[in-house]
């Protein structure tokens, strides 16, 4: 009987051990499939197991925190919210594995905000997450400077894709619309794909991507501007300051503000290390006092916009961590600050397209206007 006893007690102790609370168990580092089904089937099913697995789910790994039900049949390896392998022992002994994926169903949704500190705090505001105002502000960073540009009273309205799998949010799809209003000005961008392009247009079909990004850098602020005579801070005297600085931490990524080849990676005296990129159009630009490079970039390499090419530092004559970009066509300098890139537009071919394909995302963000009005007992109400 003391023998039945004690070998009761050691059984439910693994049981606890392997199943944790209420058959509830969290992978933690070290663990193996064979570690935490040893005490359920044997190291044969076990290796059989783990073959089926993948076999189904080819990149499955054990995940550190993922959760494991375990009951007296059924063992069941929580990959994700919407995707589980359940193991199951038939009655007869034999053992079956299944992959369960649950349905995520999407919510086309307008979500607005006002802007009084930042963009994220305004985000953050109306119950959204950081990650969404960092995709807007992709959307937008040709249109709006959002380090230097927004001002108080800003406000932005979206129509966004949630994603929802049994019952939970789980994230957000595509940004369908977007309005921004910056200091009095609307910025209207709408999604639209097709076989050969896709991307954010305004109503009359101009793309809100440009030739070229406003800056070479997300997160910056401007240290000197484009200026005929600067006394320039390291030789004393006074010369042409051909270019903008933008001042940010070392290491800082520095992106090609347009698409190009690299015709000159190197070093100079007064440089530093530097990048020169070549544009369609005659158009060339600079990019000076580099810590490094991006790794394996090499002189007429192809690179996109938004590629990264190097990294903040000091090199050369600098007397902190920036980047000095320049803009130049046909051998003169243009102020990156005024400098209007060309703007890409749809065929006109496309147009009809285009509207019946935005008109739905478009009244989202109008209505969004008129329920707006209709709160504040406006008694109009302009529309764009």
């Given at each position: 009987m003391i023998y039945r006893l004690k070998t009761l007690i050691v059984f439910i102790i693994l049981s606890l051990f392997i199943c944790g609370t209420a058959g509830a168990?969290?992978?933690?580092?070290?663990?193996?499939?064979?570690?935490?089904?040893?005490?359920?089937?044997?190291?044969?099913?076990?290796?059989?197991?783990?073959?089926?697995?993948?076999?189904?789910?080819?990149?499955?790994?054990?995940?550190?925190?993922?959760?494991?039900?375990?009951?007296?049949?059924?063992?069941?390896?929580?990959?994700?919210?919407?995707?589980e392998?359940?193991?199951?022992?038939?009655?007869?002994?034999?053992?079956?594995?299944?992959?369960?994926?649950?349905?995520?169903?999407?919510?086309?949704?307008?979500?607005?905000?006002?802007?009084?500190?930042?963009?994220?705090?305004?985000?953050?505001?109306?119950?959204?997450?950081?990650?969404?105002?960092?995709?807007?502000?992709?959307?937008?960073?040709?249109?709006?400077?959002?380090?230097?540009?927004?001002?108080?009273?800003?406000?932005?309205?979206?129509?966004?894709?949630?994603?929802?799998?049994?019952?939970?949010?789980?994230?957000?799809?595509?940004?369908?619309a977007v309005d921004f209003v910056n200091q009095g000005r609307l910025i209207r961008g709408l999604y639209f794909e097709d076989e050969k392009t896709s991307g954010y247009f305004r109503p009359n079909g101009?793309?809100?991507?440009?030739?070229?990004?406003?800056?070479?850098?997300?997160?910056?602020?401007?240290?000197?501007?484009?200026?005929?005579?600067?006394?320039?801070?390291?030789?004393?005297?006074?010369?042409?300051?051909?270019?903008?600085?933008?001042?940010?931490?070392?290491?800082?990524?520095?992106?090609?503000?347009?698409?190009?080849?690299v015709v000159v990676r190197g070093y100079a005296k007064a440089n530093g290390y530097y990048i020169k990129l070549k544009h369609n159009n005659g158009y060339y630009t600079l990019y000076l006092h580099l810590s490094r490079f991006k790794r394996a970039l090499g002189e007429g390499e192809y690179v996109k916009q938004g590629d990264i090419i190097g990294y903040v530092g000091s090199t050369g004559y600098a007397t902190g961590p920036h980047v000095h970009y320049s803009i130049k066509k046909y051998g003169n300098y243009l102020n990156p600050l005024r400098f209007k890139a060309p703007t890409k537009k749809l065929p006109q071919a496309k147009m009809d397209e285009f509207k019946a394909d935005t008109y739905v995302y478009a009244e989202m963000l109008d209505n969004t206007y008129m329920q707006y009005a209709l709160r504040n007992n406006f008694s109009g109400i302009m529309f764009f």
């Open positions: 168990y969290t992978v933690k580092r070290g663990d193996t499939l064979y570690d935490l089904f040893r005490g359920k089937f044997t190291p044969a099913e076990i290796i059989n197991i783990s073959q089926k697995i993948k076999e189904k789910v080819p990149d499955f790994t054990l995940q550190i925190g993922d959760k494991i039900e375990i009951t007296n049949n059924k063992v069941i390896i929580k990959i994700n919210i919407t995707k392998i359940h193991i199951v022992r038939n009655e007869d002994g034999t053992i079956m594995i299944e992959v369960v994926k649950y349905p995520v169903n999407i919510l086309r949704t307008v979500v607005s905000g006002e802007i009084s500190h930042s963009l994220f705090y305004a985000m953050q505001k109306v119950g959204e997450s950081d990650i969404l105002a960092v995709r807007m502000a992709n959307i937008l960073e040709w249109e709006v400077d959002f380090f230097n540009d927004i001002r108080t009273g800003d406000s932005f309205r979206l129509v966004v894709e949630k994603k929802f799998c049994r019952g939970k949010f789980i994230g957000y799809g595509k940004i369908l101009k793309s809100l991507k440009r030739g070229f990004l406003k800056s070479p850098l997300k997160f910056f602020r401007i240290s000197s501007k484009f200026q005929n005579r600067r006394l320039h801070p390291v030789l004393g005297k006074y010369k042409d300051h051909n270019g903008v600085d933008y001042a940010a931490p070392t290491g800082t990524p520095i992106r090609a503000t347009a698409d190009g080849r």
